[in-house]
């Protein structure tokens, strides 16, 4: 699938269920890429289904960049316990226990690296968390270079934060 092609697709708007508001809405009517999307693990409603994904490792960390970005987060406070301690977190969210087990797994994998699973109030969702050491790890190779596509404001808070304490990506 071309660029162009992608575009056309994008071009589409659609108001909100939710609050009504006019939204941008992608559609993608190629049936190779559905299929392809079915081959590697994404399947409709996947919401809480979707599990293990075959991505080849040389593709995963830019994979993870993705979820980072869209069902992820940053964040990073003083911790009122302890003085002088900051903390902060790298969070992959998501509500299919599955898939957060299996992303814990590949990262430990890759990265020796083990995070750890918590649940948001009700458990709706789970939450794979990385703190401070391992979360430098993470990031550095999720953005090994100034030039991978990113969603640049959460870039930028992660890079305000290690400068912050002294370190860079």
């Known amino acids: 699938m071309t660029i162009q092609e992608v575009t056309t697709y994008i071009d589409q708007l659609k108001k909100s269920g939710y609050n009504n508001k006019t939204v941008t809405r992608i559609q993608f ?3 190779k890429f559905y299929q392809f999307l079915v081959r590697i693990g994404i399947t409709s409603a996947k919401t809480k289904t979707i599990a293990k994904l075959k991505i080849p490792n040389k593709h995963f960390f830019d994979f993870l960049r993705g979820h980072l970005d869209g069902d992820g987060s940053f964040y990073s406070y003083w911790d ?3 003085k002088s301690s900051f903390m902060f977190y790298t969070v992959f969210i998501s509500a299919s226990e599955k ?7 590949k990262i430990y994998q890759l990265l020796k690296i083990k995070g750890h699973i918590t649940t948001s109030k009700g458990d709706t969702t789970y ?3 990385y703190a401070k050491r391992e979360s430098v790890k993470l990031l550095k190779k999720i953005y090994y270079s100034k030039k991978v596509v990113c969603l640049s404001r959460k870039r930028l808070k992660i890079e305000k934060v290690l400068a912050s304490i002294g370190l860079s990506l």
């Open 29 to 31: 009517g190629d049936v």
């Open 80 to 82: 009122p316990r302890w």
């Open 99 to 105: 898939h957060i087990q299996w992303l814990q797994n």
């Open 127 to 129: 939450h794979l968390k």
